[in-house]
């Protein structure tokens, strides 16, 4: 708690000052990114587009070795992103800028988020939810690289190349793309938070490790559902590859949240935010 406690419009001061201080770090990041993004567009944001994205790499030499992998080898496979818009490029431009800085700047806004609201906290919350605000940021960032490098090459490289007729030719707009590119990378994100909200569950008790234990075979078929439905290829690699992550999320769910409390004997792991 606050040494001297703060009047209402002291608390309103202080947060006027924490959302200034954000705003002034995501304009100086947006500024960075709108002068890298130029160079980094091509090989970050449209880098899924061509067979040289590392991803694409790994499977094709993966693909060597495991026999019910989908064919990763295409040399050619290399899609054109079209520009239907005046100005769509531009405000593709500024947005990518923007979202640049708000991923770099999350650290930071945490941060102020956490120096605004700690002073509320007694110390035996303090703990907690700094641990919390940590490892949801971490999630986050983890489930946003898996969106990345995983979801939506696979998503992608499947609608892309699937033929309904040979009389179609599939081309793709840049607002398509950029759409679902920051959609499922998002989706993931918010998927990867699971832990954390399992963990806020227990706290409030309605959950507890014994709850996981109970139900780990449901959630190996509703994260073999959840990946069916994700990756519509529907080829058992890409179920496979897609299905781990997610059902790992189970099990570090099962490590936060707290044991029950008739097995308080028990000689199970402790929350990891206990």
């Known amino acids: 708690m606050r040494e001297k406690e703060m009047s209402f419009w002291?608390?309103?001061?202080?947060?006027?000052?924490?959302?200034?201080?954000?705003?002034?770090?995501?304009?100086?990041?947006?500024?960075?990114?709108?002068?890298?993004?130029?160079?980094?567009?091509?090989?970050v944001i449209l880098a899924p587009r061509s067979s040289d994205f590392i991803t694409y790499r790994i499977l094709e030499n993966a693909s060597k070795y495991i026999p019910f992998m989908p064919d990763f080898s295409a040399e050619s496979f290399n899609v054109k992103?079209?520009?239907?818009?005046?100005?769509?490029?531009?405000?593709?431009?500024?947005?990518?800028?923007?979202?640049?800085?708000?991923l770099f700047s999350l650290p930071y806004i945490i941060y102020e988020i956490w120096r605004f609201v700690?002073?509320?906290?007694?110390?035996?919350?303090?703990?907690g939810v700094k641990?919390?605000?940590?490892?949801g940021g971490i999630m986050f960032v983890i489930g946003c690289l898996v969106g990345y490098f995983i979801v939506f090459p696979l998503i992608f490289r499947f609608l892309i190349t699937f033929e309904?007729?040979?009389?179609?030719e599939n081309m793709i707009?840049?607002?398509?793309?950029?759409?679902?590119?920051?959609?499922?990378?998002?989706?993931?994100?918010?998927?990867?938070?699971?832990?954390?909200l399992c963990w806020l569950l227990s706290n409030l008790g309605l959950i507890y490790r014994s709850f996981f234990k109970k139900y780990r075979r449901h959630a190996i078929v509703g994260a073999l559902i959840l990946?069916?439905?994700?990756?519509?290829?529907g080829d058992p690699f890409s179920l496979f590859v897609v299905t781990i992550p997610l059902y790992l999320l189970w099990e570090i769910s099962a490590l936060v949240v707290k044991k029950d409390p008739v097995e308080e004997t028990d000689e199970t792991l402790p929350s990891v935010f206990e």
Request: negative net charge; proline residues 4%; aromatic residues 14%.
């Open 10 to 43: 002291d608390h309103l001061e202080e947060f006027r000052w924490t959302i200034i201080r954000i705003i002034i770090a995501v304009s100086v990041l947006t500024v960075v990114g709108l002068i890298i993004m130029p160079k980094i567009f091509d090989s």
């Open 81 to 102: 992103i079209l520009n239907i818009n005046m100005i769509t490029q531009f405000m593709t431009y500024i947005s990518t800028s923007f979202a640049f800085a708000i």
């Open 118 to 127: 700690s002073p509320a906290l007694y110390e035996n919350e303090i703990k």
């Open 131 to 135: 641990k919390a605000f940590g490892f």
């Open 164 to 168: 309904l007729s040979d009389a179609i």
């Open 173 to 196: 707009s840049l607002d398509s793309y950029m759409s679902n590119f920051y959609t499922l990378i998002l989706i993931m994100g918010v998927v990867f938070e699971l832990p954390l």
């Open 227 to 233: 990946a069916a439905l994700i990756t519509p290829s």
